[in-house]
T-cell receptor, first 113, second 113 residues
Framework: GQQLNQSPQSMFIQEGEDVSMNCTSS?????WLWYKQDPGEGPVLLIA?????ELTSNGRLTAQFGITRKDSFLNISASIPSDVGIYFC?????????????FGKGTLLTVNP | DTAVSQTPKYLVTQMGNDKSIKCEQN?????MYWYKQDSKKFLKIMFS???????INETVPNRFSPKSPDKAHLNLHINSLELGDSAVYFC????????????FGQGTRLTVV
């Protein structure tokens, strides 16, 4: 099946630092989504991207749909302790089923106060 | 009001038993999913139903049988449970097949002993 390569696998940062994570694919994607999962909870959608080149912000979060449609990044500015969690990229690849959302393997973020 | 609710949240059972996990969404969505999250936190789609019809079955053993009595419910029945079935199972729903704005339940942590 389709694979999304998400990096880094984990990050340990100090409160106030900026964070960047990204996802790449060997095939073209039609949509890119970024989710956050808190411990013991289900993933929650943070940002959805639908067009190549699209740059979208949600508070301190910014994500972009790569112009080649094969990658996306998520930036978090001025991190705070509640940013801790697992961040997943996800998307629908071109030519695949519209009903299948493929997930990256996640980035575990730890923020030290 | 919980949008996507799963029961039970925790399930501990012995090998060989049969168990069911229930999922209900009150969002009016027409597509529902089951995902499996393993110990490495990788999210993998198992099944997708659209308007009570099976759309995706991702090479899941026959011991797993989803049932959708109506488009607001998607239950998962597992026969002859094995140790390797231990994982967190997430139900999700979307308003259309694109999977945008996918809402996830809180998950069911299944432990087979």
């Amino acid at each position: 099946g389709q694979q999304l390569n998400q990096s880094p696998q984990s990050m340990f940062i100090q409160e106030g630092e900026d964070v960047s994570m990204n996802c790449t694919s060997s095939s073209i994607f039609n949509t890119w989504l970024w989710y956050k999962q808190d411990p013991g909870e289900g993933p929650v959608l943070l940002i959805a991207l639908y067009k190549a080149g699209e740059l979208t912000s949600n508070g301190r979060l910014t994500a972009q749909f790569g112009i080649t449609r094969k990658d996306s990044f998520l930036n978090i500015s001025a991190s705070i302790p509640s940013d801790v969690g697992i961040y997943f990229c996800a998307g629908h690849h071109s030519g695949g089923s519209n009903y299948k959302l493929t997930f990256g393997k996640g980035t575990l973020l730890t923020v030290n106060p | 009001d919980t949008a996507v609710s799963q029961t039970p949240k925790y399930l501990v059972t012995q090998m060989g038993n049969d168990k069911s996990i229930k999922c209900e969404q009150n969002l009016g969505h027409d597509t529902m999913y089951w995902y499996k999250q393993d110990s490495k936190k990788f999210l993998k789609i198992m099944f997708s139903y659209n308007n009570k019809e099976l759309i995706i079955n991702e090479t899941v053993p026959n011991r797993f049988s989803p049932k959708s009595p109506d488009k607001a419910h998607l239950n998962l029945h597992i026969n002859s449970l094995e140790l390797g079935d231990s994982a967190v199972y997430f139900c999700a729903s979307t308003s259309q097949g694109w999977g945008t704005e996918a809402f996830f339940g809180q998950g069911t942590r299944l432990t087979v002993v």
